[in-house]
């Protein structure tokens, strides 16, 4: 997050980092059991594997415009 946010905002970005992970955890393991309750853990794990890929895949295409910034002095 150094060099992504001012100093001052800092502790809020961490925080919503923070927030989005525990939201995205829930949601994703409450999907992956409604999945496996209606179809069988199969379909779970086959669900969670198209969402990293689908997720994976716009960043490794991208991944040289990603720029990382200078570490702050």
């Known amino acids: 997050m150094d060099g992504l946010v001012p100093g001052r905002r800092l502790t809020e970005a961490y925080g919503w980092i923070t927030t989005t992970i525990a939201v ?28 990293v890929l689908s997720l994976a895949l716009p960043v490794w295409i991208s991944r040289q415009h990603l720029v990382i910034a200078a570490p702050a002095n």
């Open 24 to 51: 995205a955890n829930a949601t994703g393991q409450a999907a992956g059991g409604l999945l496996a309750e209606r179809f069988d853990h199969h379909t779970g794990f086959l669900a969670a594997t198209l969402c």
